[in-house]
Structure formats: structure tokens, C-alpha cells
């Protein structure tokens, strides 16, 4: 079965610019949550959809916001993106939304803002 | 709130030493505790989990017991290798289903 996919993997952008990285979980899956991972506050939770519903949300700016479509796929969207934003950016996908399923990351989409 | 200790790092070690990696915890509830694996240039692997009190995860020589009277969950392998050389994050979920990370530790593991 194959695992979660990320595209892009690498992305350059601009201050001011939006960008939008995409998320194919492992087939079956219905839960699709994003990450933001920095070498100064680490891993953080941005947000969980399941069966295309903003199930949770993490203390992100409404910069940041996603969406799922019916096959599961997801997407996430950044605006008006700052230096503060180059991350990388994971995605992991899980069977059901509840806390005793494992979490499957993709290799993650590297963001950079100049 | 929810949030996750983990030993501060980097660890070096030589092969075949003893490894532990110290995990603590604070949650409301009944946490499912994690231990994830990231690779340079990878995204993260699930290396093992316990899902209540007394659980213990085991995976590829490594293993780790919820413990709830001390709110931890140490990572341990008795014989590191060369390719155990990655950054480790200790996690929780409680009660919704995201994922709490403590801030990783390196281990380089030497020939």
C-alpha cells in the first residue's frame, strides 16, 4: 500500500506570495492532519480534516488554512507568507479521527521565503 | 495543557552501547504515548507506541512502558547501530487526535 505522498517536496516563494501544498493519504485513510516543523519551535499541530470537516484546529494565524476534498486528499494554504514561514511542512494521515489510531507522515513539503 | 519533556540532546554513543532517552509527560486524562523516528531528509516513522498504563511498544530492538505513576514513557535499546543515527520525538494524543511532539534528540551512533 502506498504510504502518504506530499507534492511539492521543495518550494521557493516570496514574502507576500501564497503558496498551496498538497497531501494524498494512504488509501483507506480519512483523516488527514498538517504539522509545521522549525528548528525553533519544532513540531506544532496546524489543523486535522476528516471526511472534509475541520475537525481541530492549532494555534495558527488565519494565514493558514486547508481543506479536504471527498477522495480524502488535502490541501493546505498559506497567505501572505513571511520569512517566519520557511518550514517544513508534514503531513500525516490516519484511519479514523480518534487518538488510539497511529499517524502516518509523509516526507514532507521544505518551504522557503525570501 | 498537554505537553511533552524530552532529554535534551545531541547523544553519541558507540555501537552496541545502551541507549535511553528520557520522555515525561503532562496531560488531562488517559494520553496514548508515541516514540517517532526522523531521518535526515525525511518525514517522520511511527518506531512504537502504548495506548494505556503499563503498555509497553517494542519495535526494531527498541522499547518503551507507559509508565502513569511517573508520567513517563523512556525510550530504550540495548545495542545501538550505526543506522539507529536519526532524531527521535517522544508524543502524545489525548482526547483529540493530534499529535504533542517534545523538541526531538539526536543520536549519532559511532562505528
Known amino acids: 500500500k502506498a504510504g502518504v505522498t506530499q507534492t511539492p517536496r521543495y518550494l521557493i516563494k516570496t514574502r507576500g506570495q501564497q503558496v498551496t501544498l498538497s497531501c494524498s493519504p494512504i488509501?483507506?485513510?480519512?483523516?488527514v492532519s498538517w504539522y509545521q516543523q522549525t528548528p525553533g519551535q519544532g513540531l506544532q499541530f496546524l489543523f486535522e480534516?476528516?471526511?472534509?470537516?475541520?475537525?481541530n484546529k492549532g494555534n495558527f494565524p488565519g494565514r493558514f488554512s486547508g481543506r479536504q476534498f471527498s477522495n480524502s486528499r488535502s490541501e493546505m494554504n498559506v497567505s501572505t507568507l513571511e520569512l517566519g514561514d520557511s518550514a517544513l511542512y508534514l503531513c500525516?494521515?490516519?484511519?479514523?479521527?480518534?487518538?488510539?489510531?497511529?499517524?502516518?507522515f509523509g516526507p514532507g513539503t521544505r518551504l522557503t521565503v525570501t | 495543557g498537554d505537553s511533552v519533556t524530552q532529554m535534551e540532546g545531541p547523544v553519541t554513543l558507540s555501537e552496541e552501547a545502551f541507549l535511553t532517552i528520557n520522555c515525561t509527560y503532562t496531560?488531562?486524562?488517559?494520553?496514548?504515548l508515541f516514540w517517532y523516528v526522523q531521518y535526515p531528509g525525511e518525514g517522520l516513522q511511527l518506531l512504537l507506541k502504548?495506548?494505556?498504563?503499563?503498555d509497553k511498544g517494542s519495535n526494531k530492538g527498541f522499547e518503551a512502558t507507559y509508565r502513569k505513576e511517573t508520567t513517563s514513557f523512556h525510550l530504550e535499546k540495548g545495542s545501538v547501530q550505526v543506522s539507529d543515527s536519526a532524531v527521535y520525538f517522544c508524543?502524545?494524543?489525548?482526547?483529540?487526535?493530534?499529535?504533542?511532539f517534545g523538541t526531538g534528540t539526536r543520536l549519532t551512533v559511532i562505528p
Open positions: 480534516y476528516f471526511s472534509e470537516t475541520q475537525r
Open positions: 488509501s483507506g485513510h480519512r483523516s
Open positions: 500525516a494521515s490516519s484511519l479514523e479521527s480518534t487518538p488510539s489510531y497511529e499517524q502516518y
Open positions: 502504548a495506548t494505556k498504563a503499563d
Open positions: 496531560a488531562t486524562g488517559y494520553p496514548s
Open positions: 508524543a502524545l494524543k489525548a482526547g483529540a487526535n493530534n499529535l504533542f
